[in-house]
């Protein structure tokens, strides 16, 4: 990619992002070993291309709520990350997109952020122990394909 900068044309900037940077996904590794049921949970989720996150070896992890996806900023961004038991995983508000929430689908357990809010500082934290899948929702924008899951490896 070129870009064009007081005249002079310069190629392959640091930090410049084909998308924008607003994405943090293309800076870590990819996980390709997403299972089954996180596939078919995410299966009207546009802004997920098959393969998660790897980040694994971090203490902690940030998640975009309100990121762009799913016809507007309706979107979790990484929409599948993977990490090791003892990870503590924030989601930050964009501020964009309405008001967003983070919700295990049905009884909302263990992940439940509140009602949905529209704020651009609200955060949410959660540790992980457990190995498993943890899928979850932004509520309101569920029928959208605003959803997300953590692979806790
Ligand atoms: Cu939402």
Same mark, same amino acid.
């Given at each position: 990619m070129l870009t064009t900068i007081g005249g002079l044309t310069v190629g @392959?900037?640091?930090?410049? @992002? @084909?998308?924008?940077?607003?994405?943090? #996904? *293309?800076?870590y590794p990819e996980?390709?070993?997403?299972p089954q049921s996180a596939e078919e949970y995410l +299966? +009207?989720? +546009? *802004? &997920?291309?098959g393969t998660g996150v790897d980040r694994?070896?971090? #203490?902690e992890v940030s998640v975009t709520v309100g990121a762009r996806g799913n016809g507007s900023?309706?979107? &979790?961004?990484?929409?599948v990350v993977a990490i090791s038991p003892g990870t503590t995983v924030v989601w930050e508000w964009s501020?964009?997109?309405s008001a967003h929430n983070v919700a295990s689908p049905g009884d909302r357990e263990p992940l439940y952020s509140g009602p949905a809010v529209t704020s651009d500082n609200e955060t949410y934290a959660y540790t992980f122990e457990s190995s498993g899948t943890y899928r979850y929702v932004c509520e309101p924008h569920e029928i959208q394909g605003m959803k997300g899951a953590i692979v806790v490896v």
């Open positions: @392959s900037l640091a930090g410049c @992002s @084909s998308d924008g940077g607003e994405t943090t #996904e *293309n800076d996980y390709t070993d997403v +299966s +009207s989720t +546009s *802004n &997920f291309d694994t070896d971090a #203490e900023y309706w979107a &979790f961004d990484p929409a501020g964009r997109g």
